[in-house]
């Protein structure tokens, strides 16, 4: 099994910016952390969770939302079996909980295409 935890989320105004962290531990089936696909999903109250980044084994791609696009960086540490989502110019409308996921394989950018999930963490973005 395959456990992630995020952290880095809080409470900011409009403009800030933020950088969420996702250590993962533990191996499925004898693989790495970098041989996972790992991606950034976030969901607003009321919402339906969405796709918000992604990075392919190896940091090969990147792949983002379009409304992050130019704003948000995803990266990864395969030493520190880390991946990160910097935030910068940060909105009201990226207020959500933000969960880290990762799959083994290509790049997807649906919820139900990913195995493990963390716990989320809680970004506000206040006007």
């Known amino acids: 099994q395959v456990q992630l935890v995020e952290s880095g989320g809080g409470l900011v105004q409009a403009g800030d910016s933020l950088r969420l962290s996702c250590a993962a531990s533990g191996r499925a089936s004898g693989r790495t952390f970098s041989s996972y696909t790992m991606g950034w999903f976030r969901q607003a109250p009321g919402k339906e969770r969405e796709f918000v980044a992604v990075i392919t084994h190896g940091g090969v791609s990147t792949n983002y939302a379009d409304s992050v696009k130019g704003r948000f960086t995803i990266a990864r540490d395969d030493a520190k079996n880390t991946v990160y989502l910097q935030m910068n110019s940060l909105k009201p409308a990226d207020t959500a909980i933000y969960y880290c996921?990762?799959?083994?394989?290509?790049?997807?950018?649906?919820?139900?295409?990913?195995?493990?999930w963390g716990q989320g963490t809680q970004v506000t973005v206040s006007s």
């Open positions: 996921a990762a799959r083994y394989g290509g790049t997807r950018f649906s919820v139900n295409e990913y195995d493990y």
